[in-house]
């Protein structure tokens, strides 16, 4: 997902089976299974490869913090989540992720060409030229900006102050052994705007959710990274999974922790009920199985580990939600 972590490399082509296409240049993190990837024309795969749409789990790792803060806002209003609002996030979410992993990779290029996993995207490969990228790069983040006029003007400000924090994001790689830390800020950002979305303003369970969130995708992304630690060595691209060593599970684990002890002060300050506090509880269940999981992880382990969060969030979600729908109900 990260800059630190989100490589990829080339495979062979799939052979065609049945009467579908081959795919040809397929990344090691694709999803086999992507339609998107599977059924388009060749010439715009290089572009989903770029924005990561053959691997939705990163625009889905945006999206889940929009959608709890949407929840919690839900609980705090004793209405649900806004579903026009969810399908906004959703929209903006595969937009913005794909803009973000563009400009990744624009930044990158150089040092994605030295690191095995990272040399067969699109740019360092030579399947897309720097020109067409920044072109793909514009039409995506309009994309992204056109869903903010389903928003309040005070959502629209809190979406463009995450900008400067996506903007510096791939530089930290090369200067600093916590790049998660500003990744998560990005990332995270999404906890602020579901509540901006529905009072048009901030308030504690805000802030207090967007924390829950940086430190889950803190987590999550040192995860990811573990793929990644013998290259980075010699492309000098720090991280916390270099950063923990053998003490990863640990780190890992602590960083959990604080996502949950954020999460439950959030559900308290926005009045959530014993719904939302189950659906923590299985949030949970969910991290801890990953920290176990993390002895000695291989690259085929953490990816899959690192994917697996895309459940683990919808369970959080589901059980915000779920809170704010039955207070709806009792009125």
Not at 82 to 94: E, M, R, S, T, Y
Not at 166 to 186: D, H, N
Not at 193 to 213: E, N, R, T
Not at 219 to 225: E, N, P
Request: glycine share 10%; net charge positive; proline share 5%.
């Amino acid at each position: 997902m990260s800059g630190t972590a989100d490589g990829t490399s080339n495979r062979p082509a799939v052979a065609e089976t049945s009467n579908r296409p081959a795919v040809a240049e397929t990344l090691p993190d694709s999803v086999a299974t992507n339609l998107a990837l599977r059924w388009s024309p060749a010439a715009w795969r290089p572009y989903l490869q770029l924005a990561r749409i053959d691997r939705p789990i990163g625009w889905w790792l945006l999206l889940l913090p929009c959608w709890w803060s949407a929840a919690l806002a839900g609980i705090a209003r004793h209405t649900g989540p806004d579903p026009l609002h969810l399908v906004l996030f959703l929209i903006g979410a595969i937009a913005m992720r794909g803009a973000g992993a563009t400009y990744n990779d624009l930044v990158d290029r150089e040092i994605d060409a030295k690191v095995e996993r990272t040399r067969g995207r699109p740019l360092p490969s030579g399947r897309v030229s720097v020109g067409a990228a920044k072109l793909f790069l514009v039409a995506q983040t309009c994309v992204g900006a056109a869903t903010l006029l389903g928003f309040n003007l005070f959502t629209v400000f809190t979406a463009l102050a995450s900008l400067l924090i996506v903007a510096i994001y791939p530089f930290m790689k090369r200067i600093t052994s916590w790049p998660q830390a500003v990744l998560g800020l990005a990332f995270a950002w999404g906890g602020l705007m579901g509540w901006a979305a529905a009072f048009g303003s901030l308030g504690p369970p805000a802030f207090l959710i967007y924390a829950c969130a940086i430190f889950w995708t803190m987590g999550y992304d040192t995860i990811y990274a573990l793929q990644d630690r013998r290259d980075d060595v010699f492309a000098g691209v720090r991280s916390t999974a270099r950063l923990f060593g053998d003490h990863v599970r640990a780190g890992v684990g602590l960083l959990y922790l604080a996502a949950l002890v954020a999460g439950l002060w959030a559900i308290r300050a926005a009045g959530g009920g014993i719904i939302a506090h189950i659906g923590l509880v299985a949030f949970a269940l969910h991290l801890v199985w990953q920290v176990r999981r993390l002895e000695a992880p291989g690259p085929a382990t953490a990816l899959m580990l690192f994917r697996a969060n895309r459940d683990a969030g919808l369970i959080f979600f589901a059980g915000l939600a779920l809170d704010g729908l039955a207070k709806a109900a009792l009125g």
